[in-house]
């Protein structure tokens, strides 16, 4: 495959990361149920609304969601300390250990993936790594 003059890196990092979404085994959590999940995990309790604003989803759609991994025991929900009306919903360690599971498959999808490449673009990748974090971590809650 060529590559072109002048790439677009906002297309090339997008068309990665559908290209990586969709080639990850799924298991039986939906992809917005493991993102949801992992927000959990990396950020702690939340209340629904910032989950939603965070998935991109209505709220309904949230508190639907919300209900399924409750049921399933992946998530609970306990008051929120600042306003009684409200909850948060926390990971429960079942959730942890379905995210984590979900998280290693992955990770050997691309693990393999990365396997297939010339040690000048596995060295490329590695040099990028810190930018890649950066800015994956420019935007947080």
């Known amino acids: ?10 297309q090339v990092l997008r068309d990665f990361a559908l290209s990586i979404v969709r080639d990850s085994p799924q298991g039986s959590l939906s992809r917005t149920s493991a993102a949801t999940l992992s927000l959990l995990d990396r950020f702690g309790p939340q209340r629904i609304t910032t989950l939603a604003d965070r998935e991109s989803v209505s709220q309904p759609a ?8 409750e049921a399933s025991g992946l998530v609970t929900r ?10 948060l ?9 379905v995210l984590t599971e979900r998280r290693r498959r992955h990770d050997d999808a ?32």
């Open 110 to 141: 691309i693990t393999a993936r990365i396997a297939h490449l010339s040690p000048g673009d596995r060295a490329a990748l590695a040099a990028a790594a810190t930018a890649i974090v950066n800015l994956t971590e420019s935007h947080v809650l």
């Open 78 to 87: 306990r008051i929120d300390p600042d306003d009684g009306r409200a909850a």
């Open 89 to 97: 919903i926390q990971i429960t360690p079942t959730g942890t250990e």
């Open 1 to 10: 495959m060529s590559q072109p003059q002048n790439l677009d890196l906002a």
């Open 62 to 69: 949230m508190t639907g969601l919300v209900q399924r991994l």
